[in-house]
């Protein structure tokens, strides 16, 4: 995945930093399509089911755990995706945050010319963290695979989502992308529930966008988002 | 080349290659009445996607949920009123302005990337609810239909047919190359409204909204409306296409209105070229012609299109152009989408000007650009 990240920064996104966010979102877009006809020509139109390896498979008894009798259980994957997903967090956070290079990368995000004047390469910076932002969705599809399996089009499914969350996160916000994702998640599992259900019939379908909406109305820039980044 | 820049000129011209569509085209294959509406629908729908984000330069990725919007409204008037396509299409295109009113009026308080997810949002939203809740306003997943018990209160009056009725204006039926010519003209006449709006000063605000709002308002505009009434023109473009699409084939489906249908009319403007006026019709063109053509071909049909060759060297070429066809058409989109957009961020129709200019050709300036 580092690979083919940066390939693709170097071959095609690294021209596209001057246009506009417009032709930044339909490149990358056109790009998903290519990739995901090639990956179905591959590997067939299909899902492929996975399963976790053995030995993680069943499920933990977590109510007899707590002591609260053997009403919750849950499966293992997903105790392991869950803490997987919280390290990759603490790590992404612990680079950009704590790190000379995570500290350049920011700066860059907020006047590459200046960093540039400052004698540093920011370009090649910023190529490494596509290719690491391609590493981590990467790693995020091999987790998920055992609890849905794959098929080509699966990155469609989470590309609106994932730009919605971003987006209402507040951009350039590592910390808000990743409360507005936990926000939506857990309001949509809300929603789902069938007390809500009945009482405001449709909620679940519509909750997360409607939750984005009221979100941009009232913060424009998100949740955390900082001045000065991606302002148009 | 001065007959490009008067408008009776361009609306003539406009005009005879429209209508005689079904002849120049039948040579590549595209002259049958069912790809031809689809090029009539969909060039309607791209004109309109053109006055906002050509125009205004504001990328909206809900602009589907207006056209199934359109389709719906004029579903139902076939439902309840008569068959007659006028009364569905005005239906659809008041239906789909008063929605895009509604959430115009509040996307528009952002701009930029948050637009376009605003818009996007709204879009799921209505896509998720007519697959779901609404579901006896749209029959969720079949999709609404016609049904032989409709009431249909105008039309009893009149006929007491049986069986289904199909679609018609005042006795024509609308299938068939009757049913292009309509939508031709509907689209001939959408392309002259959207050139009088281009050319008038309210599309001059509109581009000078895209090249700085902020300037434009120091200069005392208040952008706001302008914006609103573009944005709802343009959904009433896409609710008139939306209707088209339902008298052509009286059937609605909520598949209409998710974003992959907002993102191909982004992709047919941006292909035939944003802010030009005739770049998204061919942009239009172009994508649907690729679909049905190109998703046609498959192995055989290949072989016998290289026949001429060598036999080595024919099962190597369709070897090679094998995984762009059939099922695989969209590699071939990507990628063509793909090279525009790097190479030609103008569309197709910067292109031609380039051509143009390149070998010197007597017109003083490239005649569509920018308007």
């Known amino acids: 995945m580092l690979l083919i990240g940066l390939a693709m920064e170097r071959g095609l996104i690294r021209h596209f930093y001057k246009r506009t966010h417009a032709e930044q979102i339909l490149v990358t877009f056109g790009l998903a399509i290519v990739i995901q006809e090639i990956i179905k020509a591959n590997f067939g139109a299909n899902p492929i089911p996975t399963s976790a390896p053995d030995i993680v498979a069943g499920s933990a008894n977590i109510g007899t755990f707590l002591g609260l009798g053997d009403a919750i259980v849950y499966p293992w994957w997903r105790l392991i995706y869950l803490t997987f997903s919280l390290m990759i967090l603490g790590g992404v956070f612990a680079f950009l945050q704590f790190t000379t290079f995570g500290m350049v990368v920011r700066a860059g995000m907020h006047d590459r010319d200046m960093v540039n004047l400052l004698g540093i390469n920011v370009e090649r910076r910023f190529t490494i963290v596509f290719g690491l932002a391609a590493v981590v969705a990467g790693l995020a599809g091999v987790m998920y695979a055992p609890i849905l399996p794959p098929d080509y089009h699966i990155g469609m499914d989470f590309l609106v989502l994932s730009f919605v969350v971003v987006v209402v996160g507040g951009m350039g916000s590592l910390g808000g992308a990743v409360a507005a994702g936990f926000l939506l998640g857990i309001l949509q599992s809300f929603a789902s529930m069938n007390e809500i259900k009945s009482l405001f019939p449709g909620i679940d379908q519509i909750i997360i966008y409607l939750v984005a909406v009221v979100i941009l109305l009232v913060r424009p820039r998100g949740l955390m988002g900082r001045k000065g980044v991606m302002e148009d | ?371």
């Not at chain 2, 008067?6 to 294959?29: H, N, Q, R």
């Not at chain 2, 008569?82 to 239906?95: E, R, W």
């Not at chain 2, 018990?149 to 069986?163: E, F, H, K, Y």
């Not at chain 2, 001059?204 to 005392?220: E, F, H, P």
């Open chain 2, 1 to 371: 080349m001065n007959i490009m820049k008067s408008e009776i000129g361009m609306m003539v011209v406009f005009t005879i290659v429209i209508l005689t569509m079904p002849l120049w085209l039948a040579p590549i294959g595209a002259g049958y009445p069912d790809l031809l509406q689809k090029f009539a629908i969909f060039g309607l729908f791209a004109i309109g996607y053109n006055i906002l984000f050509g125009l205004t330069g504001y990328l909206s990725f809900g602009h589907a949920a207006f056209l199934g919007i359109g389709s719906y409204a004029a579903v139902w008037s076939f439902k309840l009123l008569t068959m007659n396509v006028l009364p569905a299409i005005l239906f659809g295109v008041v239906c789909s302005g008063i929605f895009a009113f509604c959430i115009g009026y509040v996307s528009l308080r952002r701009s930029g990337i948050y637009f376009s997810i605003l818009t996007l949002a709204f879009a799921q939203m209505s896509y998720n609810l007519a697959y779901s809740v609404l579901t006896p306003i749209t029959n969720g997943e079949t999709g609404l239909q016609l049904t032989i018990n409709d009431p249909r209160i105008l039309d009893a009056a009149v006929t007491s047919a049986t069986g289904l009725p199909s679609t018609t204006l005042f006795g024509l039926s609308m299938s068939g190359y009757s049913g292009f010519y309509f939508c031709a003209v509907v689209l001939i006449i959408g392309f002259f409204i959207a050139l009088r709006i281009s050319r008038s000063p309210f599309g001059l605000v509109l581009k000078g909204i895209k090249s700085n709002q902020t300037r434009m308002k120091y200069t005392g505009f208040n952008t706001r409306p302008y914006m609103i009434t573009a944005f709802v023109i343009s959904g009433m473009y896409a609710g008139l296409a939306g209707s088209l699409m339902a008298v052509t084939d009286p059937l609605a489906g909520a598949e209409r209105m998710q974003w992959t249908a907002s993102g191909e009319v982004v992709l047919m403007t941006i292909l035939g070229g944003a802010g030009t006026l005739v770049g998204p019709v061919l942009g239009a063109g172009l994508i649907k012609y690729f679909e049905n053509i190109f998703s046609a071909f498959n192995d055989k049909s290949l072989h016998e299109l290289f026949s001429f060759l060598p036999e080595i060297l024919e099962n190597g070429v369709v070897a090679i152009i094998r995984p762009f066809v059939g099922e695989g058409w969209h590699l071939m989109l990507g990628l063509l989408f793909m090279l525009i957009i790097i190479f030609l961020p103008g569309g197709v129709m910067k292109g031609i000007d380039r051509i143009k200019t390149k070998f010197g050709s007597k017109s003083e300036k490239p005649a569509e650009q920018s308007e």
